[in-house]
């Protein structure tokens, strides 16, 4: 088994071109994303057949992070993390500031630095000298330039980087339009949004351009051996928990509107014996019959608000089972979703499950205000971490919000999160790790 990270020297350095293409030619690859992010692992998904994992230290702890790496590395050929941001770029100007670094320093994994070749020539070589020699702990073992406007380029660049900055360069990716991935205002789109056949012709290209301008071998040998022992059977925190909830059933939204989730949440709940069963609140006509749990995870309800409207079965069958008692747990657009009303930007509005008597409100911009890792405190004591990313904000409110009460390392501070009943719903989303009461309170008590 190996383990290999990829990192920029920025935001939009290529990291995510870079690591599709490595996803796409290598084989049995276990995918990871670093941070909290639920679009970029719906590409890795579908460049390497495997789920992908998010791994946030400041979500749910370095040894929680150094678990959930280890556990989804079984028995796999190679794990391959896609990095976030600039590899030192986290919360503050310190190295524990939950980066990119941060990671690779946690796992002791070699890390290949992606750096962008546009406008640059010599300037390369002094780029890659200060990310190796700003946290010498943090092993830099190769550079990938992206962006490349020709193979006399990359040989003019490799030279001045493995003179001045002592790394080795494993390749370059050419200038290409085809590679980009298209984008809206949360970041990339989901790939199960694309055209199937875009999508396995772009793995194709992937395939193509790994083999002929990266040095894959060289790749491979660079990659760090290591040996996964961590299993959720023997990871002590939760081998208490397996099977207790068994004979429960849940039932997750899952379809274009509703698709965020952390992986290891939707695996904790089977470890705990829970039956899953998925379900589209665009498609279904009602919520799975003998449902203990329901859980609406974050996405784009906006994006198809009126689909959601028009399913009036749906939203009749979820009212029922909110007032029979079913406990209902909704992260960020499904929270949106259990409210009554949605206005967008064009003007438009339309009309949701109103079980919660307040409305949204798209924005143009991001949310600034409430963006980012946030820590928690919830109304009976359980503290925790969370993150906030929207495009929306609450409007005609006529509900107590203030199950959460949330803070930044700005001192920023704000309620959220309302607890009606059996619904608990809120814009953060949270990893089940960052506090196992949390988990339990969702599935006992609410």
């Known amino acids: 088994m190996k383990k290999v990270l990829i990192a920029g020297t920025n935001s939009g350095s290529g990291k995510t071109t870079v690591t599709s293409i490595l996803m796409s030619c290598l084989a049995n690859v276990a995918p990871f994303k670093v941070g909290p992010d639920y679009i970029d692992t719906t590409y890795h998904e579908i460049f390497t057949g495997n789920k992908s994992h998010n791994l946030d230290i400041f979500m749910v702890g370095e040894e929680n992070m150094r678990n959930i790496f280890e556990i989804y590395s079984q028995n796999k050929n190679i794990a391959v993390i896609e990095g976030v941001m600039g590899l030192f770029d986290g919360l503050s100007n310190e190295f524990d500031n939950f980066s990119t670094a941060h990671v690779a320093r946690i796992l002791d994994i070699p890390v290949i630095l992606v750096i962008s070749a546009k406008a640059i020539s010599t300037s390369c070589a002094a780029i890659a000298l200060g990310f190796k020699i700003l946290d010498p702990r943090i092993n830099i073992c190769g550079v990938i330039l992206n962006n490349m406007s020709s193979q006399r380029h990359y040989l003019s660049l490799k030279e001045a980087i493995e003179k001045y900055a002592n790394i080795e360069c494993l390749g370059y990716v050419p200038k290409n339009e085809s590679l980009a991935l298209e984008s809206r205002h ?9 055209n199937e ?10 395939c193509e351009i790994g083999e002929k301008y ?3 071998k060289k790749i491979k040998k660079i990659a760090k051996n290591f040996e996964p022992k961590m299993t959720f059977e023997n990871w002590e925190k939760i081998k208490n928990l397996k099977n207790k909830y068994f004979g429960k059933k849940v039932a997750i939204a899952k379809d274009r509107a509703f698709s965020f989730y952390y992986q290891e949440n939707l695996d904790l709940l089977k470890f705990c014996g829970f039956e899953i069963t998925e379900f589209s609140p665009i498609f279904d006509k009602k919520i799975p019959e003998n449902i203990d749990f329901i859980y609406f995870g974050g996405g784009y309800p906006e994006l198809f608000a009126k689909e959601l409207q028009d399913n009036i079965s749906m939203k009749k069958s979820i009212l029922e089972e909110f007032e029979k008692g079913t406990k209902i747990y909704a992260e960020c657009g499904g929270f949106m979703y259990l409210a009554k009303k949605i206005h967008l930007l064009d003007g438009e509005n339309y009309n949701f499950c109103g079980i919660l008597d307040l409305e949204i409100k798209m924005r143009e911009t ?13 109304e009976n004591g359980i503290k925790l971490k969370g993150h ?3 495009y929306s904000e609450i409007v005609k409110n006529k509900e107590n919000y203030t ?3 949330i803070c930044k390392n700005d001192d920023r501070k704000w309620d959220c999160g309302y607890r009606k009943k059996n619904i608990l719903a809120g814009y953060p989303h949270i990893s ?13 008590e609410l």
């Open 432 to 444: 089940f790790f960052s506090n196992l009461k949390f988990f339990k309170f969702l599935v006992e």
């Open 214 to 216: 990266l040095d894959l």
């Open 197 to 206: 056949k875009k999508i396995l012709q772009r793995k194709k290209l992937f």
């Open 388 to 390: 906030e990313f929207h």
């Open 403 to 405: 199950f959460y009460k």
């Open 366 to 378: 991001l949310n600034i205000k409430r963006f980012g890792y946030i820590n928690i405190e919830t």
């Open 186 to 194: 949360l970041g990339l789109k989901l790939a199960f949004e694309e």
